[in-house]
Every structure is written in C-alpha cells, then in structure tokens.
C-alpha cells in the first residue's frame, strides 16, 4: 500500500519568498511522485513529477522538486513566490504497476501575500 | 498531445434525479480509466477504475449502484450519479493512461455537479 502526506494544510508567503511545500510518501517500492496544482474552481495542472531518472526534478512556473529516498520526501519548492502561485497543491504517488491509479495528499494552500 | 475531454464541466441537478458525466480520450485509446471525486476542501479520492468491456472496480466505501460506471469503448467513460442528493454535491474527475507511455497520465478537466 502507498500513502502521502503533506506537512501543513495552508502555507503563507511573501511574494518574492521561498516556497517549500512539503510532501513525504510511503511506499513499498519507490513510486512514482508527482506534484499538481489546481487553481480555484479548475481543474488540475501538472506541475512535475518523478520516474526514476534526475531527482532534482524541474516542472514549470520556475517550480522544483527532489526525491530523497533517504528521507522518503518529495518536496517542492520554488526561490521565489508570485502572487499567481497562489493555489491549492496536492504530493501525488502512484505505484509502478500498469494500474497507475493516484493517491492523493490531503493538499497545501499556499498563500502570497503582497 | 493526449487529451482527455470532460463534459459537462457544470451540472445542477435536482434531488433523487440522475445525471451522466462522460470523460473521452480525444486521440488515443485508453483501456482503463479512473475516477477521481473531491469533497469542498478535501483531497482527491479515488473511486473506481473503469476498465473497457468488463465491470468497474470500486474503491472500499463507493456504492457501485449509485455510482454507474460503463466504459463501453476504448475512448469513452461515462460516471453515472443516480438518485442524486445533495451531500453527491462533489468535483469528479477523470484520468486516463495512454498505453505505452509509461507513466503519463492525462486528467479531464472535471465536472462540477450541484443536487438541489
């Protein structure tokens, strides 16, 4: 079975801040991570994810993230927030059968602040 | 590249009524797909895996005759809510893998629906 979690449910920055959203998995083998935005009332947006290649993964919007299989960690970050970032980010993992079903984190709001 | 096309991105539906979501893969074949329902701040969850040309397969908690699922071809899905009420007010979902692709996964742009 896999799991996620996403540390802090709401997140607060100033624009021009450090974002780091943070996000750890459970999983019996290393799985597939991804990391989606969704903006309110829409749908969701890939942001990057992970497959095994580079754990320095880079996605768009100036958004990264690192797999550290040490730490069992996926978290995002980005050096420096806008006010367009704000949103509603969900740590994304699923497993490396042909199912590819997602389990979904509980989520992060991040805010800006002017 | 693969889309997935969702519709009706909004319904309103009244009480103990019935309504059909449909999630299309606009140019490839997607053999399964899945469906995904989200509760006003909640997560994602999944519901069921839709697989063409056999029965769903419902997560632990999702009522299978509530919850219609037929995936008759190998482009389209349909999600239907039967004898809606208003705590099926949700954000549903749906995802599909393009075979052979690994692990790129495609979201329709989902369905809000209302029961009032």
């Known amino acids: 079975a896999q799991s996620v979690t996403q540390l802090g449910s709401h997140v607060s920055v100033s624009e021009g801040a450090l974002v780091l959203l943070r996000c750890n998995y459970s999983?019996?083998?290393?799985?597939?991570l991804f990391w989606y935005v969704q903006y309110p009332n829409q749908g969701l947006q890939l942001l990057l994810k992970?497959?095994?290649?580079?754990?320095l993964v880079k996605g768009i919007n100036g958004f990264e993230a690192e797999f550290k299989k040490s730490e069992t960690s996926f978290h995002l970050t980005k050096p420096s927030a806008h006010m367009s970032d704000a949103a509603e980010y969900f740590c994304v993992v699923s497993d490396r059968t042909g199912r590819r079903a997602l389990t979904f984190g509980s989520g992060t709001r991040l805010q800006v602040q002017p | 590249g693969a889309v997935v096309s969702q519709h009706p991105s909004r319904v309103i539906c009244k009480s103990g009524t019935s309504v059909k979501i449909e999630c299309r893969s606009l140019?490839?074949?997607?053999?399964?797909m899945f469906w995904y329902r989200q509760f006003p701040k909640q997560s994602l969850m999944l519901m069921a895996t839709?697989?063409?040309?056999?029965?769903?397969?419902?997560e632990q908690g999702v009522e299978k005759d509530k919850f219609l699922i037929n995936h008759a071809s190998l482009t389209l899905s349909t999600l239907t809510v039967t004898s809606a009420h208003p705590e099926d007010s949700s954000f549903y979902i749906c995802s599909a893998t393009v075979q052979g692709s690994g692990n790129t996964i495609y979201f329709g742009e989902g369905s809000w629906l209302t029961v009032v």
């Open positions: 839709s697989n063409e040309g056999s029965k769903a397969t419902y």
């Open positions: 140019d490839f074949q997607a053999t399964t």
């Open positions: 999983s019996s083998v290393p799985p597939y």
């Open positions: 992970y497959t095994s290649a580079a754990t």
